[in-house]
C-alpha cells in the first residue's frame, strides 16, 4: 500500500503524534497536499532538493510529505542554524525552495483548512 492508499483507509486514524498534538491520516493528506501544491507553484519538481528550516513539530512530517509528493528530496536545516552556514548548505546541495514558518503562513492562506 502506497500513502495515499493508507491515509484513505485509515483517514480517521492517527498517523502522527508529537507533544500534545496528533494528525489522522486525512489530515497529514490534506496539509501535506497543500505543501506540495506551493512548492509546485514555486516550480519545485521531481529530483530537486528542498529545505527544511521549522523546529521540530507536527508541521514537519507533513513538510517532508509534501516535499515526497512532489518527488523532491528533503535537506534538513536547524532553525538556530547560522544564516551563512544554511546558505552554504543551501548552496551546495542546489535546493531549489525552503519551507520555513512563512513558506506554511502562505500555503495556509492559498489552501485554508475547511
Known amino acids: 500500500m502506497n500513502f495515499l492508499e493508507i491515509c ?3 483517514n480517521d486514524k492517527i ?3 508529537f507533544e500534545n ?3 489522522c491520516y486525512g489530515e497529514l493528506d490534506f496539509q501535506s497536499s497543500k505543501i506540495a ?3 509546485k507553484k514555486l516550480g519545485v519538481k521531481k ?3 528542498v529545505a527544511i528550516k521549522l523546529s521540530q513539530n507536527i508541521n514537519y512530517i507533513s ?3 509534501g516535499i515526497w509528493k512532489v518527488g523532491a528530496a528533503y535537506v ?3 532553525v538556530n542554524t547560522p544564516f551563512e552556514r544554511a546558505q552554504k548548505i543551501c548552496d551546495d546541495c542546489k535546493v531549489s525552495a525552503i519551507i520555513d514558518e512563512n513558506f506554511l503562513t ?3 492562506k492559498l489552501h485554508p483548512l475547511g
Do not use: H, T
Request: cysteine-free; proline content about 4%; glycine content about 4%.
Open 47 to 49: 529530483n530537486d532538493n
Open 8 to 10: 484513505k483507509k485509515y
Open 63 to 65: 513538510a517532508i510529505f
Open 21 to 23: 498534538k496528533s494528525l
Open 15 to 17: 498517523a502522527v503524534v
Open 37 to 39: 501544491e506551493q512548492l
Open 106 to 108: 502562505e500555503a495556509e
Open 76 to 78: 534538513p536545516l536547524g
